[in-house]
């Protein structure tokens, strides 16, 4: 490890913040895969647009981050929805590689609650 917190690993520096991201966003892909999201897939860094496909009807952003900007981050998934619902899954300072531990927060009206009522 170099004294900036960095790890170098053949010629190349991988930062220790983006492998804990990309180690996040596969936390989440295999937590939906095994709860009825087959299809979920991480996105490669190099590729634009949402975080996590295969799951339809739904814009996947994954943060983990210490500092907090829920709505950039909404906005970000937002972006890359089309006519999907955005949302954004956090995994917090702390938390480990459960990821059925990790925050999902989205806008109220785009949440199971605004589609359902008791009658």
């Not at 950039?72 to 955005?86: E, H, I, M, V």
């Amino acid at each position: 490890m170099t004294r900036h917190g960095t790890y170098r690993t053949g010629g190349t520096v991988a930062n220790a913040r983006v492998r804990r991201s990309r180690r996040t966003e596969a936390n989440v892909a295999g937590w939906l895969r095994e709860h009825g999201w087959p299809r979920a897939a991480r996105v490669p860094a190099s590729s634009p647009g949402r975080d996590i496909t295969g799951t339809p009807g739904h814009a996947i952003e994954v943060k983990a981050r210490s500092e907090f900007d829920p709505m950039a981050w909404l906005r970000q998934s937002k972006a890359n929805a089309g006519s999907d619902r955005p949302c954004v899954v956090i995994r917090c300072n702390g938390q480990g590689d459960d990821a059925g531990e990790y925050l999902v927060f989205r806008r109220l009206a785009d949440d199971e609650l605004s589609k359902r009522g008791l009658g």
